[in-house]
């Protein structure tokens, strides 16, 4: 695959001669049981320095997952409950949103957290990733009666918190065409879009204490996506970029 990286080099050096730093994560979701996939995610992870938080479905978790999650140091999350849409027709398919009462989702919010850590021997990240980056702002509000500290979606978020003591910690960049090839997206578009984000972030326009998030779906990577992340990672790894973690959510600028 050959990119033009003339524009990403120029941003982040730019970042350099400010003398800032951008704080990197990745998220990956939808994960249930141990494949050749995974295996090949948690290797890319370690090779880059860059930790996987696994958004794992809790519904489907397979007592499998323990030993590549522990073998790729990867990050557990919780994945909504079953992944399972809840929405009428004709509105855009959700599991959290108020379609069902406030109790019922945050018992589910509750079991998630307790099946992850029966099934893989150690407890997840307490921030929660609700399926198809939807959740009710009721649902968001409440999150810490069920055991978390923070949400994770899609995009930058408008204020660090999304309500007391709920660190919004989004995800940014998606390579996938969802809507399309289910392939990878355009490399110039979401270069563009990168360069746009880092731009943004440098002139104070969005949040740069929020880590930025690349999302990946490693059980519907075919090789174009697999190569794209690999080369991105290569030259972002190599920028001012400081890796970040939930395990550090404590520390995290709100």
Known sequence: MTLDWQALDT??????DAGLT???????????????????LGSLSIRHGLPVHLAIIPAGAQPGLAAPLRAHRMIPLVHGWAHANHAPAGEKKSEF?????????????RR???????????A??????????????????????????????????????VAPGVLAVNTHLDPIDWHGTRSLRPAADLLAQLVADLCARRAG???????????THHLVHDEAIWGFVDALLTRLMDGPVTPWSALTLEDTPR
């Open 11 to 16: 941003e982040l050096a730019l970042w350099r």
């Open 22 to 40: 951008l704080p990197l994560w990745w998220r990956d979701d939808d994960a249930v049981q141990d494949t050749a996939a995974l295996d090949r």
């Open 97 to 109: 949103r108020p379609h069902r009462p406030l109790p019922e989702r945050l018992a589910e919010a």
């Open 112 to 122: 998630g957290m307790a099946r992850l850590t029966e099934v893989l021997g150690m």
């Open 124 to 161: 997840p990240a307490p921030l929660f990733v609700p399926p198809w980056n939807r959740i009710g702002a009721d649902m968001a509000a409440a999150l810490p009666e069920a055991g978390y500290a923070a949400l994770s979606t899609f995009g930058p978020r408008s204020t660090p918190e």
């Open 205 to 215: 326009r969005h949040d740069n204490g929020e880590p930025y998030g690349l999302l």
